[in-house]
């Protein structure tokens, strides 16, 4: 079991960037995937990026490609997501989440489908004029 925390959400402009933070606490092996999801209010939850400890390839959704990467610090005790160029569409909350998995393949999966066991409380992003 690991704890998550995020932080780093705020209110931006169209264009703008943010860099959300997930404190992960507890054991992590090789075998873990880590990623972020989010959703709006009357929203489907959508998986935007992960990433495999075993090889750490990322996995990103078609929606944030190219604007959007995710990140761990060498002791693999934080998560990022650096958001660039940040649309009004990419407004949420914005969860990161954690679990066992057995392979890059099923990370990617468990990350686009949000089926990852640990969940954090979120951080909201806005991005408005």
């Known amino acids: 079991q690991v704890q998550l925390v995020e932080s780093g959400g705020d209110s931006v402009q169209p264009g703008g960037s943010l860099r959300l933070s997930c404190s992960v606490s507890g054991h992590i092996n090789s075998r873990y995937c880590m990623g972020w999801f989010r959703q709006a209010p009357g929203k489907e939850r959508e998986g935007v990026a992960g990433i495999y400890t075993g090889d750490e390839m990322p996995y990103y959704a078609d929606s944030v490609k190219g604007r959007f990467t995710v990140s761990q610090d060498n002791a693999r005790n934080t998560l990022y997501l650096q958001m660039n160029n940040l649309k009004p569409e990419d407004t949420a909350m914005y969860y990161c989440?954690?679990?066992?998995?057995?392979?890059?393949?099923?990370?990617?999966?468990?990350?686009?489908?949000?089926?990852?066991?640990?969940w954090g409380q979120g951080t909201q992003v806005t991005v408005s004029s």
């Open positions: 989440t954690a679990g066992q998995t057995l392979s890059r393949s099923y990370c990617y999966i468990n990350v686009r489908d949000s089926s990852l066991s640990n």
